[in-house]
């Protein structure tokens, strides 16, 4: 018998342990509910698999009474809007000032330590200063994301560029070339794929900061959504809507990595130069 | 020493980091067309003095000219490097890889050539690679190499420049015995075909003896024990080597 450490699975073992966590949930959250139901068939804690696909329905396929929309697609576009605007200048600001800072030294001394404070501010506190400047439009909830993720990116990126090897840059400029060009055909280069890093692994905060937005003051998204039918402790809804985030935040994590893999072929070859 | 002013000359050069004396009272003068081997032990101001002539460090005291003038003090396209790693871009292809310094010489606002042009880079690119023997890897990325084929592209990589030195710090210490002996008859065919002069720091005594036409010994002269930094190193050797011979013996 080898060492645990050692063990690797075969691909058909790896994708049914993948799966049997999932599984296993799936059964406990069934027969927990059936249990419940069997007790109190009014009980909305854990509503039947039925219940939840019919309310699927009922937020997807059938117009609302109130507007005639169909509220699962309107709130979907309305949250995907917000979130892709933000997490897009996010990333643009995160990159200019990350390069900026990780490969001139003369701007990073006078800017990092202000972006390094910046980013320590929660965004949430300052979420109410948002909505009395911008007020309560798009543009507030566009801010707080932004707010929150853009210096996390920025820094990942400066220390990114940081750890560059010096030999690439000395090297450039044994080449002829300037200070742009350095940027431009190797810092800029180099960096990209870690963009692409950053922004997948901030995409959880982005979320987290929409959500929030859109319970506090929104007419429609998938946070503005589950914090109304909370009222009626609409678990049938919540549920549904939850699972849908999830799946969007996996698909968009699994998307970049995609185009990552693609438009940086060298960036995952594993050797280091 | 010759009458005429040299390439590089030290005029009395001193460095120090903190307490640390690494180099003193350093002189020497190197004549174009030389290949200067500079070997030493661990610390005693080989890749210092490199750096120094690359423009990357500055003296503390006395000067480095080139061609009688102070040297300019950060690195340009006079001066080409191949250092031990990190030499070649691991997001470029082969190809980008030599093609870049003309691409950034010939475009000083996007650096990057198109047409006629680009197709004039790749032809000299191509020419180059074929003398290093990389023309059949110029679609590949530099991590799908061998350090040697690497070292083949950064040398290929530099020479697209036309620096008048070619600086290389121990640019085969991390190869096998026989891709190193390949990569001296190379480096031998280049600077002949190039007419370069070359400095190279080693701490192969035999790589610097075989490839050189003048070794340089930098070692400290003075030593004292209790203080063991509070003296620099110094050139203590500087051997004229015959290298008309073919004295290129397998490593």
């Known amino acids: 018998m080898k060492r645990l450490i050692n063990l690797r699975p075969q691909r058909a073992t790896a994708i049914t342990l993948a799966l049997l966590p999932f599984v296993l949930v799936l059964l406990a959250y069934v027969s927990f509910s059936s249990e419940r139901l069997a007790a109190n068939p009014n009980d909305k804690l854990l509503p039947a698999v039925t219940s939840i696909g019919a309310a699927i329905e009922r937020m997807a396929l059938v117009p609302s009474k109130r507007s005639g929309e169909l509220l699962w697609w309107v709130d979907t576009a309305a949250s995907l809007r917000r979130l892709t605007t933000a997490v897009a200048i996010s990333a643009a600001i995160g990159l200019v000032v990350g390069i900026t800072l990780g490969a001139l030294p003369l701007f990073s001394a006078g800017l990092s330590p202000f972006v390094a404070s910046v980013s320590m501010i929660p965004p949430m506190a300052v979420l109410p200063i948002l909505f009395i400047v911008f007020g309560l439009g798009e543009l507030s909830k566009v801010v707080l994301i932004v707010f929150g993720i853009a210096p996390v990116i920025a820094r990942d990126i400066q220390g990114r560029v940081r750890e560059i090897p010096r030999e690439l840059i000395v090297k450039a400029q044994t080449l002829g070339a300037s200070t742009w060009l350095v940027i431009l055909r190797v810092v800029l280069p180099l960096a990209l794929p870690r963009l692409i890093d950053a922004v997948r692994l901030s995409l959880g905060a982005a979320w987290l900061f929409l959500i929030a937005a859109e319970a506090i003051a929104a007419t429609d998204g998938l946070g503005y959504r589950i914090f109304l039918v909370r009222r009626y402790l609409a678990m049938d809804v919540i549920l549904p809507y939850v699972l849908w985030i999830t799946l969007l935040a996996y698909t968009m994590d699994r998307v970049l990595r995609f185009v990552s893999r693609k438009a940086f072929p060298w960036h995952n070859m594993g050797a280091s130069v | ?251």
Request: charge should be neutral.
């Open chain 2, 1 to 251: 020493m010759s009458t005429t002013v040299p390439l590089i000359e030290a005029r009395n050069v001193w460095k120090r980091y903190g307490d640390n004396v690494v180099l003193e009272r350093l002189n020497l003068r190197i004549d174009a067309g030389e290949f200067c081997a500079v070997v030493g032990a661990s610390g005693c101001g080989k890749t210092t003095f490199l750096r120094m002539v690359l423009g990357e460090e500055p003296p503390d005291k006395g000067a480095i000219l080139l061609d009688g003038q102070p040297l300019r003090m950060e690195p340009d396209s006079e001066r080409g490097i191949v250092f031990q790693r990190y030499s070649v871009f691991p997001h470029l292809t082969v190809l980008a890889n030599v093609m870049l310094a003309r691409e950034l010489k010939e475009s000083k606002l996007v650096g990057r050539l198109f047409g006629a042009r680009r197709r004039a880079a790749e032809e000299e690119a191509l020419t180059l690679l074929a003398q290093v023997g990389l023309a059949s890897a110029q679609r590949r990325y530099p991590s799908e190499l061998s350090g040697g084929m690497q070292q083949r592209l950064a040398l290929a990589q530099s020479l697209i420049a036309r620096p008048r030195i070619l600086l290389l710090d121990e640019p085969f210490g991390a190869l096998d015995p026989g891709i190193r002996h390949d990569m001296h008859v190379l480096v031998t065919d280049l600077w002949q075909a190039h007419k370069l002069t070359v400095l190279m720091i080693t701490h192969d005594l035999k790589e610097g003896f075989a490839l050189g036409t003048r070794l340089f010994v930098f070692d400290k002269v003075r030593a004292d024990p209790q203080e063991p930094n509070a003296y620099g190193a110094n050139v203590t050797y500087d051997l004229p080597l015959n290298r008309h011979s073919p004295v290129l013996a397998p490593a």
